[in-house]
């Protein structure tokens, strides 16, 4: 199993940028592909987008299409999500997570084996 560390969350107000970061270690980066979650208050857990292992291939919830991009550096084991247009109903908690086996690109919570701590983003005025 990987395990994978959150960083890069904050304040931010409307309209703003931020940038999270997914430090991996334990086990090969490249071939697996590693996703963000978020998850509000009183809500489910929600699909934010997914990479695969290579970077070639990515895709991403509908509500943050065109404003996310998600992207990976395998030579420093980090994968990173950089949110434009942040609007108040992006604050959440947003975890990475990686599934358990190589070359599969699922976007279901339940497809997905390791998770990171989380990290708070929180977008208000």
């Known amino acids: 199993q990987v395990q994978l560390v959150e960083s890069g969350g904050g304040l931010v107000q409307p309209g703003g940028s931020l940038r999270l970061s997914c430090a991996a270690s334990?086990?090969?980066?490249?071939?697996?592909?590693m996703g963000w979650f978020r998850q509000a208050p009183g809500r489910e857990r929600e699909f934010v987008a997914v990479?695969?292992?290579?970077?070639?291939?990515?895709y991403y919830a509908n509500s943050v299409k065109g404003r996310f991009t998600i992207s990976r550096d395998n030579a420093k084991n980090t994968g990173y999500l950089q949110m434009t247009s942040l609007r108040r109903e992006d604050t959440a908690v947003y975890y990475c997570?990686?599934?358990?086996?190589?070359?599969?690109?699922?976007?279901?919570?339940?497809?997905?084996?390791?998770w990171g701590q989380g990290t708070q983003v929180t977008v208000s005025s």
């Open positions: 990479i695969s292992g290579s970077g070639s291939t990515a």
């Open positions: 334990g086990r090969t980066f490249s071939g697996f592909a």
């Open positions: 997570a990686a599934p358990p086996t190589m070359l599969t690109i699922p976007r279901r919570a339940v497809d997905f084996y390791s």
